[in-house]
């Protein structure tokens, strides 16, 4: 169903719940890994997830459809997902280390991840990243997104994405050579 549509039924109130329930369908899957790849953990990604809908579907009506919904939807996942990496870091008092080796033993540990060798080395390359350039390499390189859609998603100008990218892409090749 084109988002035009969803948007007709979110907004109709006999058919708000019914369209919301057709959005989330959509968008649910591509979201949930979305998060995931930042937090690693499936349990933390739920709930990541379940407020991540919770908040779309209390501000739907305020979506002024300048943008993609996805890319609207994005915005508010990855938001989201940079508040719980910051309010984990501050609740444990974590330093940056600490929290990079409690997502590296959810690595090894998690039954819900799984992948060769080098999949896993790359996981935890990823998690030595600053949150920023490991969001910015998942959507570049996992999601296949084009820098205008990362750059419409995280309010952040193409130059700057392209230097994340670069900057993420050296030091997981750095890692990966060790």
């Not at 919301?20 to 990604?45: C, G, P, S, T």
């Not at 305020?62 to 990496?85: G, H, K, S, V």
């Not at 309010?155 to 890692?175: D, N, P, Q, W």
């Amino acid at each position: 169903m084109e988002d035009k549509e969803l948007l007709l039924k979110i907004r109709n109130p006999e058919t708000r719940n019914y369209g919301f329930n057709l959005l989330v369908r959509e968008y649910q899957k591509r979201v949930y890994w979305h998060i995931r790849k930042m937090v690693i953990d499936h349990d933390d990604a739920d709930d990541i997830i379940q407020d991540t809908f919770v908040k779309i579907h209390k501000h739907i009506e305020n979506f002024r459809e300048d943008a993609q919904l996805y890319t609207w939807i994005y915005r508010i996942a990855t938001n989201e997902c940079l508040n719980f990496l910051q309010k984990k870091k501050r609740r444990f008092f974590l330093p940056i280390g600490d929290l990079e080796g409690e997502l590296t033993a959810k690595i090894d540990s998690s039954p819900h991840l799984s992948g060769d060798e080098i999949q896993i080395r790359l996981q935890k390359a990823l998690v030595r990243l600053p949150d920023k350039q490991r969001l910015v390499f998942n959507m570049k390189y996992y999601d296949d997104m084009s820098y205008e859609e990362i750059a419409a998603i995280t309010e952040t100008s193409v130059g700057a994405l392209k230097a994340s990218y670069h900057h993420a892409v050296k030091k997981i090749e750095e890692y990966l050579s060790a």
